[in-house]
């Protein structure tokens, strides 16, 4: 098994559908010449040529629409946003042509493309250029949203966003681009809709996506020596949604505390936690719990950034409260 | 232009007459199927404006691709889609065009590559962009038409998908149908030009502009823009200037204009001006109106049909939310 990192297991993924399909192309902004801005695209434009590695200006409304465009007519692009922050002035053409034209068309028009790119929260960015924009694409009917955490989901569900007939919001987090993990050989795909679950425990199930897990995953373990049992799930696909596998976890542990770099108010996890209420209500001995990103845009200073983020320290005590 | 000389191009004529008369007669029953609550939402009527779709659209090949606006019924009937299918999807019949998930302004017909009406002003731009891309990509030899109104030519879609085609040399030919009222708001209010189309030298691609009164005339005006998108010679930004005799949807009583500015348009009607040329070029009256009594046959039928035919089934709501994976 191999050890790749995070941008490579990307790489490959598409590496490995472009030699299949010549329908697929890759565009964005210096994804080509400058292999791209965080490096996913490296090598690309050396094996496949301008026609197929196509660099554009600044303007994500523009290729946002040419990328759906080209789609109607039944090629399969892969967009990439250099930053999800940037897909908000392309965010006309994601919710009311790429999620609606099926529909509006009755069926005359899927629309197969992977809208992907750096997402989430951290890095010292500030404001504009570190937020998490899961929950704002999961609410629109349509799109498919994912969000891997390790190298390999990242590979499996790359693969299979390219190959779905709809259009994929595919959010990868930029502070995991260089993050390694095992990578099976060999070709495998993951479906959407099926979490993974992390961690086993007994006690309580921690649901989370993305960086978030890199919080965690650590804490888990910590808690693992005080002698509480804990379940990493991670979603990997917003939506769809693991229904079944959500419920059949927290029947198990009976709590569930829900992690998320999103902002709390009509974030995700409020969703998870209705569905837990409502579908397994009685097996809960405590109440859902979240733990979000604070409410305000993202600080610039280091403490305030860190204060405003999930952190280890914040779930550990969430945990112990809510085993007590 | 001048009139019709020779039989071939006074039948020419009769024909491009025929489709506006059809998409005049239609979108006059829908106001009436509208008045009566028989349509519902935005209904963004083209009286008026037919000289333009028709003749456009007339200088394509079955390849080609068109891509509209929320103003849509005239684009569609010009390009041969079923008047029965269009009046039932006003009327949100499962015979509808697209069974009744669209209305007025989401007509879509895959096979005559009518790739939609969209209700967003000027987003489609970079859409139809996309479509002449992938031509591009595939060398299949088609071009994209996309009709937009004065109004989407201030909006970042316009500029975008225009830079887009430009340093790509798509093959693109953007129409805007200039009928002088962004919704309410007079041209001389919100563009920062008299001509639309001078905006091409910003992009540094092919410009024209006419007058949109004359079915011909716009028809061989496109047809060199589509010539020079087939030839890779990329884009063209036209403006065919145009009226609406009606107000901006169902819903406008047009206010914010004078009638004697109407009544000046209406002297350029572009079905009368046709018709005045068959007259000329030796048609018989009685011919041109047994033409519109069958028209307006095809109209009736089209509303009767859609009347009688039944709602979508309530099991249709979540299908085409998503496509198969096959």
Not at chain 1, 290 to 310: G, H, W
Request: some cysteine; aromatic content about 8%; charged content about 25%.
């Amino acid at each position: 098994m191999a050890v790749l990192t995070y941008r490579e297991a990307l790489n490959r993924a598409m590496t490995e559908e472009m030699e299949k399909d010549p329908n697929i192309f890759l565009m964005g902004e210096e994804v080509g010449h400058y292999e791209g801005a965080y490096k996913v695209s490296q090598g690309m434009l050396a094996k496949f040529g301008e026609r197929r590695i196509i660099d554009t200006p600044i303007s994500e409304n523009g290729f946002a629409g040419v990328g759906i465009g080209a789609a109607m007519v039944g090629l399969r692009p892969i967009i990439e946003f250099m930053t999800w922050n940037f897909s908000l002035v392309a965010i006309d053409q994601i919710i009311n042509s790429a999620a609606k034209m099926n529909y509006m068309s009755a069926g005359q028009f899927p629309i197969p493309i992977v809208f992907r790119g750096a997402g989430g929260a951290g890095g010292r960015l500030a404001a504009q250029h570190s937020q998490s924009f899961e929950s704002w694409y999961a609410h629109i009917p349509g799109l498919k949203v994912l969000a891997p955490y390790t190298p390999s989901d990242a590979y499996g569900l790359l693969k299979t966003s390219i190959r779905d007939n709809n259009p994929t919001i595919f959010i990868e987090s930029e502070v995991l681009y260089g993050s390694k993990g095992e990578v099976p050989d060999g070709e495998f795909l993951i479906p959407m809709g099926k979490s993974d679950i992390k961690r086993e425990g007994t006690q309580l199930t921690i649901i989370s996506w993305s960086r978030a897990l890199m919080y965690v995953l650590p804490a888990a373990e910590k808690l693992a020596k005080e002698g509480i049992s804990v379940e990493v799930l991670d979603l990997r696909s917003i939506r769809p949604l693991d229904e079944e596998g959500i419920l059949a976890s927290v029947r198990k542990t009976n709590r569930a505390l829900i992690v998320e770099e999103g902002w709390n108010v009509a974030g995700f996890g409020a969703q998870v936690a209705y569905l837990i209420q409502k579908e397994a209500f009685d097996y809960l001995d405590s109440p859902v719990e979240r733990i979000t990103q604070e409410d305000v845009p993202m600080p610039y200073a280091a403490n305030l950034e860190k204060s405003s983020l999930p952190s280890e320290d914040k779930i550990i005590k969430k945990v112990r409260e809510m085993i007590k | 232009m001048s009139q019709p000389k020779t039989k071939k191009e006074t039948e020419d004529l009769l024909e491009l007459y025929r489709q506006m008369l059809l998409i005049r007669r239609f979108e006059e029953a829908s106001a009436k199927a509208y008045s009566m609550g028989k349509i519902g939402g935005f209904c963004h009527l083209y009286i008026g404006q037919e000289a333009v779709g028709v003749g456009a659209i007339s200088a394509l090949e079955q390849k080609d691709y068109i891509v509209s606006t929320y103003r849509d019924h005239g684009h569609a009937l010009a390009r041969g889609l079923e008047p029965k299918a269009l009046m039932a999807e006003l009327f949100g019949k499962r015979t509808g065009i697209v069974s009744g998930n669209g209305g007025s302004m989401h007509f879509f017909d895959k096979k005559k590559n009518f790739m939609g009406g969209h209700g967003i002003v000027g987003g489609h731009i970079s859409l139809a962009a996309g479509i002449a891309y992938a031509s591009k990509y595939r060398e299949d030899g088609a071009v994209t038409l996309c009709f937009f109104g004065e109004g989407a030519a201030n909006i970042g879609s316009f500029h975008e998908g225009m830079n887009l085609a430009a340093i790509w040399k798509l093959p693109l030919v953007m129409i805007c149908e200039n009928n002088h009222y962004a919704m309410g708001t007079p041209e001389y209010r919100a563009l920062s030009v008299k001509d639309v189309s001078v905006r091409a030298a910003a992009y540094d691609i092919a410009r024209d502009h006419i007058e949109g009164d004359e079915v011909r005339k716009v028809r061989e005006h496109v047809k060199v823009a589509v010539e020079r998108a087939r030839r890779g010679e990329g884009p063209t930004l036209m403006e065919i200037s145009t009226y609406r005799f009606r107000g901006h949807s169902m819903s406008d009583p047009a206010k914010y204009r004078t009638k004697e500015e109407l009544e000046k348009y209406k002297q350029g009607d572009p079905l009368i001006k046709a018709e005045k040329d068959l007259l000329a070029a030796g048609w018989a009256q009685e011919e041109l109106t047994k033409m519109d009594e069958i028209i307006l046959k095809t109209v009736e039928e089209s509303v009767d049909f859609a009347e009688k035919s039944e709602e979508p089934p309530l099991g249709w709501l979540y299908k085409h939310v998503y496509a198969e994976n096959v």
